[in-house]
């Protein structure tokens, strides 16, 4: 058993699962989607808000897709491959090493996702992922413009530990793929050893509610217990209303991909003072301007 975790295995081997596990894991999911719509039939609730919604979260990840290799491709390979040169140790490739890397994802996948709903400029492109009333596998692949940039600095850590780029790749495509399977509201919920440990559809749900209770929690990946041990974790109690705190209301696909966007550089450009433009872009959600005293507004108009 311990050979077989420090046996070494070829990168190319690890880089031919990682594309076979993505290929199919896709094929799957939209199984997994037809079987959530029969579902949603049985229920009585398939409707045009639901269809297009569904078929919104297909257009935006093609959107994605298409950015990353235009915009991100280039700098991600240059980013990676550069830092690796500079690693401070060269760990080897075989399965123990591999299971490690994947817990090492998830930790700093927990500080990117926290962050990412913490600061106005992430939020910007993350709220995309959050902006669907629904949910089911679909909203997994309902991306942001720059949803693949702020990764990259979790990458650039793992590669600069010695962590193989390709290792680092599956290690963090894994991380996603397990997200993607949490998009559900099937699965009600798991033992109760499962619920304290795993990240389960139940914890995600809770992570895409926009009730008072439930905003800002669940962040983890794969473990939950990142949530637990760092104050952010919240259970699935009252019914969960999905989607953000100001709804977009829209199933334009360009609505839906660039209205975090446009929405923070608004808010940065019309904000009176210094202050109040960082804080619409390097602020929080909930980020409200400062109030003008009464006497300077007063002298303004004078």
């Not at 817990?103 to 996948?109: E, F, R, S, T």
């Not at 509201?185 to 008072?212: A, D, Q, W, Y």
């Not at 952010?232 to 705190?245: D, N, S, W």
């Not at 808010?267 to 400062?290: D, H, L, Q, S």
């Amino acid at each position: 058993m311990v050979n077989a975790l420090l046996d070494n295995i070829s990168p190319s081997l690890v880089e031919y699962w990682d594309a076979t596990l993505n290929n199919w894991f896709f094929i799957g999911a939209l199984i997994f989607l037809a079987l959530e719509f029969v579902r949603y039939a049985m229920r009585g609730r398939i409707s045009w808000n639901l269809v297009g919604d569904t078929i919104t979260n297909y257009i935006t990840l093609a959107m994605f897709v298409g950015v990353n290799f235009l915009l991100l491709g280039g700098l991600y390979v240059f980013a990676v491959y550069g830092a690796y040169s500079f690693a401070l140790f060269e760990i080897e490739t075989n399965l123990a090493t591999i299971l490690i890397c994947i817990v090492i994802a998830d930790l700093l996948y927990y500080w990117e996702h926290r962050c990412m709903h913490r600061f106005n400029f992430a939020w910007a492109t993350h709220s995309v992922h959050h902006s669907s009333p629904h949910f089911n596998i679909s909203v997994a692949y309902r991306f942001g413009p720059m949803d693949g940039l702020w990764p990259m600095f979790g990458t650039v850590i793992m590669v600069l530990l010695g962590f193989n780029p390709i290792v680092v790749a599956f290690a963090e495509i894994f991380v996603q793929l397990y997200q993607t399977a949490l998009h559900t509201e099937t699965i009600k919920k798991f033992p109760r050893p499962i619920e304290l440990i795993l990240n389960t559809p139940s914890h995600h749900r809770v992570h895409h509610g926009s009730n008072p209770e439930y905003l800002d929690t669940n962040y983890g990946g794969i473990f939950i217990i990142w949530d637990r041990i760092f104050g952010t974790f919240a259970e699935e109690k009252a019914p969960v209303v999905y989607g953000l705190v100001k709804p977009i209301n829209s199933n334009n696909p360009l609505i839906a991909f660039f209205h975090g966007i446009y929405r923070v550089g608004k808010n940065v450009i019309t904000a009176r003072g210094w202050r109040n433009k960082a804080g619409y872009f390097f602020g929080p959600p909930e980020f409200e301007p400062a109030s003008i005293p009464v006497e300077l507004s007063a002298k303004s108009k004078n």
